[in-house]
């Protein structure tokens, strides 16, 4: 059995940055199961897992095109303090749920400047080139109901 649509895969994987930093890994926690076909996973390495075995591993590099997107300065916004929770300190890297076009979304505090503050509405790895290793460790057939929920049931998936 290959990975292809409506395949449910279970991955041991490890992120890290061009810098050799760990920014994800599944290690201690268990292999990541997804639904594969249904945008579960960022598509460059959805593309990736395309094709593979149980035992295959492989090391995935995935340019900010295909996983979190480019920076886009036009999300940086400075906004005033007062339309932030008053009894609260504001710090530099803070992470606010803020209601977006596209739903709810994550905005960083950037910088401070006295009562303006500069919130980024990119996703933190937005801009980062990827680097993943890796190993498939399970396939299955999804269920009925799991292709038509878009996602996973039962361990590591929703349970509903
Ligand atoms: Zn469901």
Do not use: W
Request: hydrophobic share 35%; glycine share 14%; aromatic share 4%.
């Amino acid at each position: 059995m290959q990975i292809q649509k409506h395949i449910v895969a279970s991955i041991e994987y490890t992120l890290t940055d061009d810098g050799g930093q760990v920014i994800d890994t599944s290690e201690g926690r268990g292999p990541l199961t997804y639904l594969h076909g249904a945008g579960n996973l960022i598509p460059g390495l959805e593309a990736d897992l395309e094709g593979k075995g149980v035992g295959d591993a492989f090391k995935s590099r995935i340019e900010p095109a295909d996983a979190y997107g480019e920076r886009n300065d036009a999300m940086v916004q400075d906004v005033p303090r007062d339309q932030l929770p008053g009894d609260m300190e504001i710090e530099v890297g803070m992470q606010f749920q803020a209601q977006g076009p596209g739903g709810v979304q994550v905005v960083t505090v950037a910088a401070v400047n006295g009562d303006v503050i500069k919130m980024d509405g990119n996703h933190p790895l937005a801009g980062v080139t990827l680097n993943f290793d890796v190993k498939v460790v399970d396939i299955r057939e999804a269920t009925k109901e799991e292709v038509e929920h878009g996602h996973v049931h039962g361990a590591g998936g929703h349970h509903h």
